[in-house]
């Protein structure tokens, strides 16, 4: 008879799970023991690194992702990686050991008492067998909870003496629809306003990279002639940026981004919340009487939109429909923004220079992970984004999650076989937060290029408070860190690199056998946030 731990790597293997990322830890030994030679293993050195690295991957691959973590403590690590797991909408399967069944009434160590609550709200379900033949039902289900919209990630903590226990009979594989067909009625309204419109806008979010439209994207913006902007803080690309629609991302505080949206009667929201909002500004949520249509595939998502009309379906398939009820117009097509004027020459270098140096070398078919939020303005001024899912960042705006995001992204381009070149972009401040990722890249061998803005403080808190006239705030500076030494200490390649030499130094690191760190100075000069 089958035991519980060898029907479960069953059904792993059978959905596709055969990779498995963590730390691993006494609670998960006895699910690790013997473990399997059709299976990957991939080491992080500390949780939040592992969880990161697993939503990379998955938002890489295109599937879900299995991440297993140690107990509440490993948990606890995750968890800032889990929220982002969480609003970037990522499939994962997040399990944690739990202390053996029979010593949980007296709380242990490493016992998790309240293990379920712990991993909340940032999950779309959690739980914990009541008994230990559940554990592969249990799989089953975090699989088809996971990547139904709107996908996220799931939670279940496992016993650690479970895994030895007989098996019930496997439970029936299954699959699940992953898209939501819009309703109709209000499709037709939606198209008809639209129709009437005088001067429509649309607004794009990641959800449009995610079900792969940017075709019906395009096509719909130059069916109704209409300016496009990628909604505030986009974790995704969301339309090709060179495309003479695309007008940049609007701003995200409430004032600034509807003065950026005036002169417009109907704004269309397409795979986006309404809006991600920070810092307050305040002002109207919308200009005059601007009518706003929502399209989301997030129940929640609808219900907390403080403006607008929603309607509940798949960004593509809503986009695709829509084009097919509307008539040709007679307006005239956006004309192309400007292009920003070359960057001023400096020593230091300006974040625009480097950018602008990066964007000259930037291979035809990059992969962009970026975690430098101070510099996001410029770097995505200077790079636009001319292929879908090439870009990827946090959408929880919180740090850590870039550099071992960008390990998972680069692993999942080796697993696929795309091959595709990956660059992360993170500042000197994040950086330090998930720096452990380097180990593993280097274990793996992965030729990822590490690019360091370095300016030797937090310029995105120092904006913040010039913004929030917050004079005297501590700890914004970073003085004595060694970006280089650090990257060698991990195994990788690099050393401080200039404008002049970057394009070189970055075809050498695509082209390695490891992970290569190019810390670039920068000037200190705060930008503004707005």
């Not at 299976?39 to 697993?54: D, K, N, R, T």
């Not at 008492?113 to 712990?118: I, K, T, W």
């Amino acid at each position: 008879m089958a035991t519980v731990r060898e029907a479960t790597y069953d059904l792993l293997r059978a959905l596709g799970l055969t990779t498995v990322f963590g730390n691993p830890g006494s609670t998960e030994e006895p699910f690790l023991q013997e473990f399997p030679a059709d299976f990957h293993y991939v080491h992080a050195l500390q949780e939040a690194s592992a969880v990161a690295m697993a939503d990379g991957y998955a938002q890489g691959t295109g599937r879900p992702a299995h991440v297993n973590l140690h107990t509440a403590p490993g948990t606890g690590n995750g968890m800032g990686n889990l929220v982002t797991a969480w609003h970037n909408r990522t499939p994962l399967i997040v399990s944690a050991g739990q202390q053996t069944r029979e010593m949980l009434l007296i709380e242990p160590r490493l016992a998790s008492p309240r293990a379920v609550e712990l991993a909340q709200p940032y999950v779309k379900w959690a739980h914990e067998p009541a008994r230990a033949q559940d554990i592969p039902a249990a799989f089953m289900r975090a699989y088809a909870s996971a990547v139904q919209p709107p996908a996220g990630p799931v939670f279940l903590s496992l016993p650690m003496d479970d895994w030895d226990r007989p098996a019930d009979p496997p439970p029936q594989v299954r699959t699940v629809a992953t898209r939501i067909a819009p309703d109709p009625d209000r499709l037709r309204g939606f198209a008809e306003a639209l129709a009437a419109a005088r001067a429509p806008a649309l607004v794009l979010g990641a959800a449009v990279d995610r079900s792969d439209a940017w075709p019906d994207a395009v096509a719909l913006a130059e069916r109704l002639a209409a300016p496009v902007w990628a909604a505030p803080a986009p974790e995704r690309a969301v339309f090709p940026e060179r495309h003479p629609h695309f007008r940049g991302v609007l701003p995200y505080a409430i004032g600034p981004l509807s003065e950026t949206l005036r002169g417009h009667d109907v704004v269309l929201v397409v795979g986006a919340p309404v809006f991600r909002y920070y810092p307050h500004v305040p002002g109207d949520y919308l200009p005059g009487d601007a009518r706003l249509l929502h399209v989301t595939d997030d129940p929640d998502e609808a219900a907390r939109a403080p403006v607008g009309e929603s309607l509940l379906g798949d960004a593509g398939l809503t986009m695709a429909a829509l084009r097919e009820l509307l008539p040709a117009t007679d307006r005239p097509a956006p004309s192309p923004r400007p292009q920003p004027a070359p960057p001023e020459p400096a020593d230091p270098p300006s974040a625009d220079a480097l950018f602008a140096a990066l964007a000259d070398a930037w291979p035809a078919d990059g992969v962009l992970v970026q975690e430098s939020p101070s510099n996001l303005a410029a770097l995505r001024r200077r790079l636009p984004i001319e292929r879908p899912r090439s870009y990827l960042t946090m959408a929880s705006g919180g740090l850590g999650f870039g550099l071992p995001a960008a390990v998972g992204m680069a692993l999942a381009e080796r697993d696929t076989g795309r091959g595709r070149p990956v660059v992360t972009v993170v500042g000197d401040g994040s950086f330090h937060y998930s720096v452990q990722a380097l180990w593993t890249a280097a274990r793996l061998r992965l030729p990822l290029a590490v690019v360091v803005p370095v300016n030797q403080q937090y310029a995105i808190l120092k904006a913040f408070a010039d913004l929030k006239h917050t004079p005297g705030v501590p700890a914004l500076d970073l003085p004595g860190l060694d970006v280089t030494a650090v990257a060698h200490g991990y195994g990788c390649a690099g050393g401080v690199t200039t404008l002049d030499g970057l394009g070189a130094a970055l075809t050498t690191a695509l082209a390695a056998d490891r992970p290569t760190v190019l810390p670039v100075p920068i000037s200190t000069d705060v930008p503004r946030i707005l």
